[in-house]
């Protein structure tokens, strides 16, 4: 089993999923009302991008259980 850590930067990490949630649903809402401009493949790839970059920066800590 795998647990991420990210690093000790006093942001409080449930309300940060919390908020992380709301962008990225308000980039679908977004992408919706405005017609489908993009492709799904490309939001897609974007939608990835946004989600690992901030995992990026986490540590992976792999546990046996």
């Known amino acids: 089993m795998e647990e991420i850590i990210y690093p ?3 942001i409080n990490h449930e309300l940060f999923t919390i908020y ?7 980039i679908v809402f977004h ?3 405005n017609g489908f401009r ?3 493949d490309y939001m ?3 939608l990835v991008r946004l989600i690992t970059k901030r995992q990026a920066s986490a540590a992976i800590l ?4």
């Open 62 to 65: 792999r546990t046996h259980h």
């Open 8 to 10: 000790d930067d006093g």
């Open 31 to 33: 992408w919706v009302e």
């Open 20 to 26: 992380s949630l709301h962008a990225l649903l308000g």
């Open 38 to 40: 993009y492709t799904p």
């Open 44 to 46: 897609q790839e974007q």
